[in-house]
């Protein structure tokens, strides 16, 4: 989820003061990638490329923001999520209505209760809803981590997302064509001591429900990363699109080793640029020109009216159009640009990618994947 934090604010302000400095770091000399296929294409201007948002959650009618789509030819898939919060009704009622009105901006994933999950006759619901969602526009599924670190058996054990209870759905959305977006487990930050210097030090700080170091009750992240592993080899014909890095961030090694084993594996990089700045450029851009068909972009947005008590104003509305266009611009300029720059206040040397390359990570892996309308 996309938050304004302090690293934000002392990024904008230090942005204001170091004037000839930013200029310095906007007008780098044009570095093209060495020995890569697509070396010497311009990356396309901003506005010129398509762009594929996969993984946004905006539940409001925010013309605004629909505007600022248009204007920067973006398009998103908005995911509901999740299945245990109480308010799966409320999120695909939105859902629906928003890709209704803005098919080409709002395409929508859906997902599914988990609360009932120890009740007879569970799977078989799961499935008359997803379908249903189906009708109304659901291009693709979700699941999320509370699958693995949440949900519950009767016994007291965690349900792991290979557990069988999945299988016969997972097997009903590789029939049906629709791929399953996953976010399992957590970066493995969650897992160790709280480190200021994380990416995710800002998340786990402030929500120590999901920080797991010291609390051996939870399934590893290797168990859960595991039996990930295990849908992919259970169902073979299924798209998986492992969110944010497929939990495996900090390790590209891990991530290239399960693209190569599993040809239904893909990756979006929601919420995890960051965690991409934090490698070497040459390894992320190796990573991006070995596997160009199978990474996907995404932000991680989130405007969720439904879950405040109050109604948000106009002014933290045009505030949060205002960040998304800016983070939007910023992962173009990291992965499109060439030369330096500051990244969150981290100094980064951008991939400069090819346009080939961008335009798989940008919308067609996106079209060939998900069968986005229009
Ligand atoms: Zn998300």
Same mark, same amino acid.
Request: aromatic fraction near 10%.
């Given at each position: 989820?996309? !938050?304004?934090?302090?690293?934000?604010? /002392?990024?904008?302000?230090?942005?204001?003061?170091?004037? @000839?400095?930013?200029?310095?770091?906007?007008?780098?000399?044009?570095?093209?990638?060495?020995?890569?296929?697509?070396?010497?294409?311009?990356?396309?201007?901003?506005?010129?490329?398509?762009?594929?948002?996969?993984?946004?959650?905006?539940?409001?009618?925010?013309?605004?923001?629909?505007?600022?789509?248009?204007?920067?030819?973006?398009?998103?898939?908005?995911?509901?999520?999740?299945?245990?919060?109480?308010?799966?009704?409320?999120?695909? !009622?939105?859902?629906?209505?928003?890709?209704?009105?803005?098919?080409?901006?709002?395409?929508?994933?859906?997902?599914?209760?988990?609360?009932?999950?120890?009740?007879?006759?569970?799977?078989?619901?799961?499935?008359?809803?997803?379908?249903?969602?189906?009708?109304?526009?659901?291009?693709?599924?979700?699941?999320?981590?509370?699958?693995?670190?949440?949900?519950?058996?009767?016994?007291?054990?965690?349900?792991?997302?290979?557990?069988?209870?999945?299988?016969?759905?997972?097997?009903?959305? &590789?029939?049906?064509?629709?791929?399953?977006? &996953?976010?399992?487990?957590?970066?493995?930050?969650?897992?160790?001591? /709280?480190?200021?210097?994380?990416?995710?030090?800002?998340?786990?700080?402030?929500?120590?429900?999901?920080?797991?170091?010291?609390?051996?009750?939870?399934?590893?992240?290797?168990?859960?990363?595991?039996?990930?592993?295990?849908?992919?080899?259970?169902?073979?014909? /299924?798209?998986?699109?492992?969110?944010?890095?497929?939990?495996?961030?900090?390790?590209?090694?891990?991530?290239?080793?399960?693209?190569?084993?599993?040809?239904?594996?893909?990756?979006?990089?929601?919420?995890?640029?960051?965690?991409?700045?934090?490698?070497?450029?040459?390894?992320?851009?190796?990573?991006?020109?070995?596997?160009?068909? !199978?990474?996907?972009?995404?932000?991680?947005?989130?405007?969720?009216?439904?879950?405040?008590?109050?109604?948000? @104003?106009?002014?933290?509305?045009?505030?949060?159009?205002?960040?998304?266009?800016? !983070?939007?611009?910023?992962?173009?300029?990291?992965?499109?640009?060439?030369?330096?720059?500051?990244?969150?206040?981290?100094?980064?040397?951008?991939?400069?990618?090819?346009?080939?390359?961008?335009?798989?990570?940008?919308?067609?892996?996106?079209?060939?994947?998900?069968?986005?309308?229009?």
């Amino acid at each position: 989820m996309l !938050r304004l934090t302090r690293r934000d604010a /002392l990024t904008t302000l230090a942005g204001g003061m170091a004037g @000839t400095l930013s200029i310095a770091c906007r007008n780098p000399s044009p570095r093209a990638p060495a020995a890569n296929p697509g070396a010497g294409e311009t990356a396309p201007a901003y506005g010129e490329i398509l762009k594929f948002d996969i993984h946004s959650h905006v539940f409001e009618d925010l013309p605004a923001l629909a505007d600022m789509l248009r204007r920067n030819n973006f398009r998103t898939m908005n995911i509901c999520n999740n299945g245990t919060d109480g308010h799966l009704e409320t999120m695909h !009622r939105i859902a629906i209505d928003l890709c209704g009105k803005y098919p080409d901006l709002f395409a929508f994933a859906s997902t599914f209760d988990l609360t009932r999950i120890n009740q007879p006759g569970y799977t078989g619901d799961v499935i008359r809803w997803l379908d249903g969602t189906f009708k109304n526009g659901a291009v693709a599924t979700k699941i999320w981590k509370d699958v693995g670190l949440t949900v519950k058996k009767p016994d007291g054990m965690y349900f792991l997302p290979d557990d069988p209870i999945f299988d016969p759905i997972y097997a009903h959305l &590789a029939k049906r064509g629709k791929p399953l977006l &996953a976010h399992l487990a957590e970066p493995i930050a969650a897992w160790l001591p /709280l480190d200021p210097k994380s990416p995710h030090h800002h998340y786990y700080s402030t929500h120590p429900e999901w920080h797991l170091y010291g609390k051996p009750e939870y399934p590893s992240h290797a168990a859960i990363i595991a039996a990930r592993d295990h849908i992919l080899e259970k169902h073979p014909a /299924l798209t998986l699109i492992g969110a944010h890095l497929g939990s495996l961030e900090t390790d590209l090694d891990a991530i290239a080793q399960r693209l190569q084993r599993y040809p239904n594996f893909n990756i979006e990089c929601a919420a995890r640029t960051r965690d991409l700045t934090r490698h070497r450029s040459e390894k992320v851009r190796a990573l991006f020109m070995r596997y160009p068909d !199978r990474i996907l972009y995404g932000l991680d947005g989130a405007w969720q009216p439904y879950l405040r008590d109050k109604p948000p @104003t106009d002014a933290e509305r045009q505030a949060y159009i205002k960040r998304l266009d800016q !983070r939007y611009r910023q992962d173009y300029d990291y992965y499109a640009g060439s030369g330096t720059m500051q990244y969150d206040g981290w100094p980064v040397e951008k991939l400069a990618l090819p346009r080939t390359v961008l335009e798989k990570f940008y919308n067609q892996n996106a079209r060939r994947l998900i069968a986005f309308p229009g």
